[in-house]
């Protein structure tokens, strides 16, 4: 991943040297050597700072477990929902579609989110970009993995 695609509190996969895989990012660094900084919660539930570099990290994918963990509720066949006083999040999963038991799309992820002054929908497929686009209509849903 590229340090540009994170903001802070992003979580990521990180895939070097941390027994703990799932950081959130605390700190971006602008310097050359592009360092990223985050927290993770041991097995104990002790936090604990971490440093660990761009091209270690991967997205963590949008699941229906992450998104029930954290509120959603399971609508229709393909759709987790989140409302609150304010607005509404919608989550639409994208069906695999199989050809001769060849995968023809990597499943994806279609999120609509309504408020009273705006509507927003976009394709993505991992939480940071969930987090991203909470963040963006103003949303503070802390999200839990």
């Given at each position: 991943?590229k340090?540009?695609?994170?903001?802070?509190?992003d979580?990521v996969y990180v895939?070097k040297?941390?027994?703990?895989?799932y950081h959130?990012?605390?700190?971006?660094?602008?310097?050359?050597?592009?360092?990223l900084?985050?927290?993770?919660v041991?097995?104990y539930?002790?936090?604990?700072n971490?440093?660990?570099?761009?091209?270690?990290t991967?997205?963590?994918?949008?699941?229906?477990?992450?998104?029930?963990?954290n509120?959603?509720?399971?609508g229709?066949?393909?759709?987790?929902i989140y409302?609150?006083?304010?607005?509404?999040?919608?989550?639409?999963f994208?069906?695999?579609?199989k050809?001769?038991?060849i995968?023809l799309i990597?499943p994806?992820?279609?999120?609509s989110?309504?408020g009273?002054?705006?509507d927003?929908n976009m394709?993505?497929?991992?939480?940071h970009?969930?987090?991203?686009a909470?963040r963006?209509?103003?949303?503070?849903?802390e999200?839990?993995?």
């Open positions: 991943m340090a540009t695609e994170l903001q802070i509190g979580w895939s040297n941390f027994t703990q895989k959130k990012i605390r700190e971006l660094s602008n310097d050359d050597n592009t360092v900084r985050g927290i993770y041991n097995k539930g002790v936090e604990n971490s440093v660990f570099s761009p091209n270690d991967e997205p963590i994918p949008v699941t229906p477990e992450i998104l029930e963990k509120g959603f509720k399971k229709n066949r393909h759709n987790y409302k609150d006083d304010y607005c509404e999040v919608r989550v639409s994208v069906p695999k579609i050809i001769d038991n995968d990597e994806a992820s279609n999120v989110i309504s009273a002054l705006f927003i394709s993505m497929s991992a939480i970009e969930l987090q991203q909470l963006l209509c103003g949303i503070e849903k999200i839990i993995l």
